[in-house]
């Protein structure tokens, strides 16, 4: 059982920056899982954000991010973040955290566990 609790969300001008946190409670030791980020704006279908390995060896994207994003975390405390620059309005979404125990997690599908997610809106 993986319980995630997503913070940091909030109202941000665009070309802005905000950093989400996704703090993680797990059975079993932290780097046992992938960690990834998803999104979903209003009448959209959920996107991939990104994902890091549990090791920390090797991190994704989205295609959209293009640089933007960097997904950090700590497994001493079993901590992800999800660091935003150069924000946009079509960045306004839920983020959500997601966390599963195979080698690899799925793009479309996401993990066995999520967050209840954090709203992020990018003004103009």
């Known amino acids: 059982q993986v319980n995630l609790v997503e913070s940091g969300g909030g109202l941000v001008q665009a070309g802005g920056s905000l950093r989400l946190s996704c703090a993680a409670s797990?059975?079993?030791?932290?780097?046992?899982?992938?960690l990834a980020w998803f999104r979903q704006a209003p009448g959209a279908e959920r996107e991939f954000v990104g994902a890091i390995a549990g090791d920390k060896n090797q991190e994704i994207y989205g295609n959209f991010v293009k640089g933007r994003f960097t997904i950090r975390r700590y497994n001493d405390n079993c901590t992800a973040f999800l660091q935003m620059n150069s924000l946009k309005p079509e960045d306004t979404a839920v983020y959500y955290c997601?966390?599963?125990?195979?080698?690899?997690?799925?793009?479309?599908?996401?993990?066995?566990?999520w967050g209840q997610g954090t709203q992020v809106t990018v003004s103009s």
């Open positions: 797990t059975q079993l030791s932290c780097n046992t899982y992938v």
């Open positions: 997601t966390a599963d125990s195979g080698l690899v997690i799925s793009r479309t599908r996401g993990g066995d566990y």
